[in-house]
């Protein structure tokens, strides 16, 4: 198959493949998203079979207008309208109870469904030009790293989609912060940009997921994720990141680099390779996942900084943990 990639001169071409069942990658404020008609059992099928994901992780239901929220939910509590008064459109997925219309292979099976409003023209006028809620995951293949341009999804969908909508560098840069509304106390399933000190002035009890995923919850979060295609490592301390490096760099010559924020690569000499992925949270959330597949692609061998002991990394560092083999303290 051959796959079309462009921008806003794409979009009634877009939404007609959606409407005919097909598959279309969609730029989003976190990550491209690769969409199809949430109705549509056939059309969510192609999205499990392109990314080649396990057929027990459910898909994200994208909507453009509050008026499609009956369609896909049921008995919605307050707390869902008083969160999309605040924070839609924007990188906040809710998790509320499923209305029997969406087939069972979008939400694989689950009585509940997510849904989020993404902050992109062109992800809104293609769910309304569509005119169907889309459900779409992260638009890399199942356990890569998500992409956050649109030549990233063209590295892993290339031939296995019809089109690609590109839209540049997503703002945000990590996937949506997921929040479990059917059960109390109402609990962050993947941290996300909204924390839970955001959420907090508006729900009674918030707390973060904490712990094992032993029973299905967030099923995602069981699965490997964002693994580079070379080793990656983490660590905390600078100084155990050069004498790391010193040490892989006797059998993997040159090709070893160092990724972190600028505080940390500050501490490291300039003989190192080194990638600087900012310096505030929000800057290093926008350009993590970026900067690995450039990394990944150029290097052999990754060490990258570990932010557990900086709370406001903490959304961030959870995608870090998932990308790293292990951690050297
Ligand atoms: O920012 C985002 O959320 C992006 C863009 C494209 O919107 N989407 C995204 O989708 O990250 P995906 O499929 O890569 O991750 C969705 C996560 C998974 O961990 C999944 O298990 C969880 O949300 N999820 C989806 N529906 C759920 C449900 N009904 N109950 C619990 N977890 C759910
Ligand atoms: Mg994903």
Redesign the pocket.
């Known amino acids: 198959m051959k796959t079309k990639i462009g921008g806003k001169e794409l979009i009634e071409e877009a939404a007609k493949l959606i409407k005919e069942g097909e598959v279309v990658a969609f730029p989003?404020e976190?990550?491209?998203?690769l969409g199809a008609d949430a109705f549509n059992k056939d059309a969510v099928e192609k999205i499990f079979k392109a990314k080649g994901r396990p057929a027990d992780?459910?898909?994200?239901v994208?909507l453009s207008s509050k008026d499609q929220l009956n369609k896909v939910a049921i008995d919605i509590p307050k707390e869902a309208y008083i969160l999309i008064d605040a924070f839609s459109p924007g990188?906040l997925?809710l998790?509320l109870n499923r209305h029997p219309d969406i087939p069972n292979i979008t939400?694989s099976g689950?009585n509940?469904?997510?849904i989020?409003f993404?902050n992109n023209k062109l992800a809104q006028m293609l769910i309304s030009k569509s005119d169907t809620p889309i459900a779409?995951?992260?638009a890399n293949i199942s356990g890569r790293l998500s992409p956050t341009t649109g030549q990233a999804v063209y590295e892993d969908m290339n031939g296995k989609i019809p089109m690609i909508l590109d839209d540049g560098k997503c703002q945000v840069g990590i996937?949506?912060t997921?929040l479990?509304l059917t059960k109390k106390p109402y609990t962050i399933?993947?941290p996300g940009a909204i924390s839970a000190k955001m959420l907090a002035p508006y729900l009674s009890d918030v707390k973060n997921f904490e712990g094992e995923v032993k029973i299905v919850?967030?099923?995602?979060?069981k699965y490997k994720h964002y693994a580079p295609l070379c080793p990656c490592v983490g660590v905390k301390k600078a100084k155990n990141a050069i004498n790391h490096y010193d040490k892989v760099l006797d059998t993997i010559t040159d090709k070893v680099v160092i990724i972190g924020n600028d505080f940390f690569l500050n501490l490291i000499p300039d003989k190192y390779n080194k990638i600087s992925i900012g310096k505030t949270p929000t800057e290093c959330m926008a350009l993590f996942f970026d900067t690995m597949r450039e990394a990944e692609k150029k290097y052999k061998y990754i060490i990258l900084q570990n932010f557990e002991d900086y709370p406001e990394f903490y959304s961030l560092n959870n995608r870090i943990e998932k990308s790293t083999a292990h951690i050297i303290v």
């Open positions: 989003t976190t990550v491209y998203g992780n459910p898909l994200i994208h990188p997925t998790i939400t689950l509940t469904v997510g989020r993404p779409a995951p992260s996937e949506s997921v479990d399933l993947r919850t967030a099923p995602g979060m």
